[in-house]
């Protein structure tokens, strides 16, 4: 049996971890590429490597981890340290991914939560690509909840393709500004319109 593996984008507060969970208590495997990113910063010496020559050793910390807050600052002010971190976990992160994908073509039902889906060309081999979407009012909310400040939030939002143009190219839009069982209730009313174009 072919089973529909789908890439979740959107912007920055939106939910795509959300609409991840959601799908995953229906027995959808979920891959997450910012958990991706994350492993690699941690756990590969050569990433690691690399990020402090483009960083500096202020990036890390006394126990030897990198501080992504403190890359964070630094590569969201300099887009020449951006695009060269992107490039450098970027190809990693796609490898690992569509090995996933691959193989769970023949065994669940997946999807991938990646942010940057468009920004990165990654957009060949999906059944559907959906995008998550809210008003910035919404988005800045949630994110200040997190104890983003408006500058830090503009900041990111700039490096990253407009949410419009997100949702223009993607092939359902899914609007998350009410409740979660609002969420919810979409959610599995357009998987279920998924499975059965996959039949």
Same mark, same amino acid.
């Given at each position: 049996?072919? #089973?529909?593996?789908?890439?979740?984008?959107?912007?920055?507060?939106?939910?795509?971890?959300?609409?991840?969970?959601?799908?995953?208590?229906?027995?959808?495997?979920?891959?997450?590429?910012?958990?991706?990113? #994350?492993?690699?910063?941690?756990?590969?010496?050569?990433?690691?490597?690399?990020?402090?020559?483009?960083?500096?050793?202020?990036?890390?910390?006394?126990?030897?981890?990198?501080?992504?807050?403190?890359?964070?600052?630094?590569?969201?002010?300099?887009?020449?340290?951006?695009?060269?971190? +992107?490039? /450098?976990?970027?190809?990693?992160?796609?490898?690992?991914?569509?090995?996933?994908?691959?193989?769970?073509?023949?065994?669940?039902?997946?999807?991938?939560?990646?942010?940057?889906?468009?920004?990165?060309? /990654?957009?060949?081999?999906?059944?559907?690509?959906?995008?998550?979407?809210?008003?910035?009012?919404?988005?800045? +909310?949630?994110?200040?909840?997190?104890?983003?400040?408006?500058?830090?939030?503009?900041?990111?939002?700039?490096?990253?393709?407009?949410?419009?143009?997100?949702?223009?190219?993607?092939?359902?839009?899914?609007?998350?500004?009410?409740?979660?069982?609002?969420?919810?209730?979409?959610? /599995? +009313?357009?998987?279920?319109?998924?499975?059965?174009?996959?039949?």
């Amino acid at each position: 049996m072919r #089973h529909p593996t789908i890439g979740i984008t959107g912007g920055m507060g939106c939910g795509k971890s959300e609409v991840g969970r959601i799908l995953s208590e229906i027995g959808v495997e979920i891959m997450d590429s910012d958990a991706l990113s #994350h492993d690699l910063l941690r756990e590969d010496e050569s990433v690691k490597t690399a990020v402090i020559a483009l960083c500096g050793p202020d990036v890390q910390r006394a126990d030897g981890e990198l501080d992504r807050a403190a890359i964070a600052a630094q590569v969201f002010s300099d887009e020449s340290k951006r695009k060269a971190l +992107e490039a /450098l976990i970027h190809p990693r992160v796609w490898e690992t991914i569509q090995r996933w994908r691959t193989a769970r073509k023949n065994v669940a039902p997946a999807a991938a939560l990646i942010p940057l889906l468009f920004e990165a060309g /990654l957009t060949d081999g999906w059944d559907a690509i959906w995008c998550i979407s809210a008003p910035d009012a919404v988005v800045n +909310e949630r994110l200040r909840g997190r104890g983003w400040s408006l500058e830090q939030i503009e900041r990111r939002r700039r490096v990253q393709l407009p949410l419009e143009e997100k949702m223009r190219r993607s092939d359902l839009v899914i609007r998350n500004e009410g409740t979660r069982e609002e969420l919810k209730t979409n959610i /599995l +009313e357009s998987w279920t319109t998924l499975l059965k174009r996959s039949k």
